[in-house]
DNA sequence: GTTTAACCCTGCACGC
DNA sequence: TGCGTGCAGGGTTAAA
């Protein structure tokens, strides 16, 4: 599923191959699960209608959101757990699940696939963007100059909550999700349920550059694809990162540091994955 | 304030 | 072979 790296990989991407077209135009294709991957909006035609002819300017991320500028308007999309952007020519034969296709006026489409159909898309004008409450409720972004150090420590020590509930708190940090935040607390040798309030400053700073590590390198490697649902970039290349995972999806095999059996537990719904004996 | 569970959904693995 | 069941997960929301 992608998250924060995935969606960097997807941006820039992005930002290399659409930035100056211009949009011929939208197809929402006429079915259920199209209608709920533009659900914000009331009608097919309405999404369609607000993006034909304008052309794309910039791509900005915010967390695991990718914002596609146009002249006046912001495309907003989410991939949720199986979304995927691809683009391809409009001749390559159409996936299932494709709920959405952009057409370009020099040829070319862009296509948003969604099995599961918890991710979304949708078009707000450049004005009301702050008017919308789920990228108003996002944290700093951990790649920002702005996740200073001094911030970081102090929500830990303000929260009083699990490591992991608050990596994965959108709010206070954007773009992690189950993947990164155990490979995170694996390089930091932090347990996901040690308490937030309770680290010392050498813990919090070891955490503190995991994250930024952990995001470089996945970045780097061009995302994970572990999944049954593997992650596609762009052009639907897989990542590499599954490669380099320490924990993840790694239950029974050895601790590629001290050799312990991986464990998995069940926390808040969501497996978590980490080392009994180097995690604490 | 924090934690848990349910919800949305599809594809897949598994057992019978 | 085929069916039913459980599980996976992101983000939000309601309940505990």
Not at 87 to 103: C, D, G, M, R, Y
């Amino acid at each position: 599923m992608p998250e924060l790296p995935e969606v960097e990989v997807i941006r820039r991407d992005l930002e290399k191959e659409i930035v100056g077209k211009k949009i011929k135009k939208v197809e929402v294709r006429n079915t259920k699960n199209a209608m709920r991957a533009i659900r914000r909006h009331k009608r097919r035609k309405e999404f369609e209608d607000a993006l034909a002819g304008l052309k794309i300017t910039k791509i900005d991320r915010r967390g695991k959101y990718i914002l596609t500028h146009l002249n006046g308007k912001i495309l907003v999309s989410h991939l949720g757990m199986s979304g995927q952007l691809s683009l391809t020519k409009a001749s390559a034969p159409q996936e299932n699940h494709t709920h959405v296709v952009i057409h370009f006026t020099i040829g070319g489409q862009l296509r948003f696939v969604d099995p599961r159909t918890f991710g979304e898309m949708f078009v707000t004008e450049k004005g009301e963007l702050g008017e919308v409450k789920e990228l108003q409720n996002l944290g700093i972004d951990p790649l920002e100059q702005a996740l200073t150090w001094q911030y970081f420590s102090k929500t830990l020590e303000e929260k009083k909550t699990k490591l992991k509930a608050l990596l994965m708190d959108q709010k206070f940090i954007c773009g992690l999700g189950n993947i990164y935040s155990d490979e995170i607390l694996f390089a930091a040798g932090l347990r996901f349920d040690h308490p937030s309030n309770e680290l010392s400053s050498q813990e919090v700073r070891r955490l503190y550059r995991a994250i930024q590590e952990i995001l470089q390198e996945a970045i780097r490697f061009r995302g994970t694809s572990a999944d049954d649902e593997q992650y596609k970039d762009l052009y639907g290349a897989l990542g590499e990162f599954q490669t380099q995972l320490k924990v993840y999806q790694r239950e029974g095999q050895p601790c590629r540091r001290c050799r312990t059996p991986v464990e998995r537990a069940r926390w808040s719904n969501r497996s978590t994955f980490f080392c009994p004996q180097c995690q604490v």
